[in-house]
Nanobody
Framework: VQLRAFGGGLVQTGGSLRLPCAPS????????IGWFRQAPGKEREAVSC????????DYLDSVKGRFTISRDNAQNTVYLQIDSLKPEDTADYYC?????????????????WGNGTQVTVSS
């Protein structure tokens, strides 16, 4: 099982990024895929998740309305669209595969983690 996150970069406040997560080695829509972020000196936090099977989505309250998670089953890719970026969104972003199909905000519910992709938002 592997997951690869990419698409990070340096953007100005108010800008947008789309972060793809390319999982492999498992049946794509049988498991939840979550996005987490970790800012310097802070704990890792869950920002969004899309469940397996039904594609139910969930978001951290502070990103609702600005972040959109989606899944392309044909391409085996999960996307995190980030709009209206704020400096407080600066962090390393990680995608992870859940141990089950339903979403969870707990990192312990995810058994496989991809590399981080860095998002830096300048003010």
């Amino acid at each position: 099982v592997q997951l690869r996150a990419f698409g990070g970069g340096l953007v100005q406040t108010g800008g947008s990024l789309r972060l793809p997560c390319a999982p492999s080695g498992f049946t794509f829509n049988h498991y939840a895929i979550g996005w987490f972020r970790q800012a310097p000196g802070k704990e890792r936090e869950a920002v969004s998740c899309i469940s397996g099977s039904f594609g139910t989505t969930d978001y951290l309250d502070s990103v609702k309305g600005r972040f959109t998670i989606s899944r392309d089953n044909a391409q085996n890719t999960v996307y995190l669209q980030i709009d209206s970026l704020k400096p407080e969104d600066t962090a390393d972003y990680y995608c992870a595969r859940g141990l089950q199909a339903y979403c969870s905000h707990l990192a312990s519910s995810y058994g496989y983690w991809g590399n981080g992709t860095q998002v830096t938002v300048s003010s």
